[in-house]
């Protein structure tokens, strides 16, 4: 004989299991909840989800390159003139700047954003440099949007 009260029997029919919809790297998204990092974000509050994108911030590795760029070239033409170990240093010292601001611009990457709006504010939910993973999480919270 099964006992009726706390913890024995079967569910009531008001309590639905949770769907998860992505559990991948710090979030999860289920049908109820939206967990970011430790930040909790009810479902049922969440009205609407956009994904942006913040452009990547090259300004310091071209303003790098542009001046050592200047330095090498004339540490260049100074070599050039007059070919002495002090003259290849500089090149090589200006040139070598020049590369790794060269990397550094290359290696600058937008940011993906994932915003939620509720009735009452708008939060940026999630910043990576993956697209793909904040692809999945505003397709995982459309879903659990559209399912509750």
């Known amino acids: 004989m099964m006992q009726q009260g706390y913890g024995y029997g079967p569910p009531p029919t008001s309590m639905r299991q949770e769907h998860?919809?992505?559990?991948e790297g710090g979030v999860q998204v289920t049908s109820a909840r939206f967990t970011?990092?430790?930040?909790m974000y009810p479902i049922s509050g969440i009205t609407s989800v956009s994904p942006?994108?913040?452009p990547a911030s090259r300004g310091a590795p071209l303003a790098l390159v542009t001046i050592f760029g200047i330095f090498a070239l004339f540490s260049f033409v100074g070599f050039l003139s007059s070919p002495n170990a002090g003259s290849f240093l500089g090149l090589l010292i200006t040139g070598a700047i020049v590369a790794l601001g060269v990397f550094w611009f290359r290696s600058c990457k937008p940011i993906h954003v994932v915003m939620i709006a509720?009735?009452?504010m708008q939060a940026r939910a999630l910043s990576t440099r993956d697209a793909g993973f904040a692809h999945r999480v505003v397709l995982a919270l459309n879903h659990a949007v559209i399912s509750r």
């Open 36 to 39: 970011v990092f430790q930040q």
């Open 20 to 23: 998860v919809f992505l559990a």
């Open 52 to 54: 942006f994108t913040l």
């Open 118 to 120: 509720t009735s009452g």
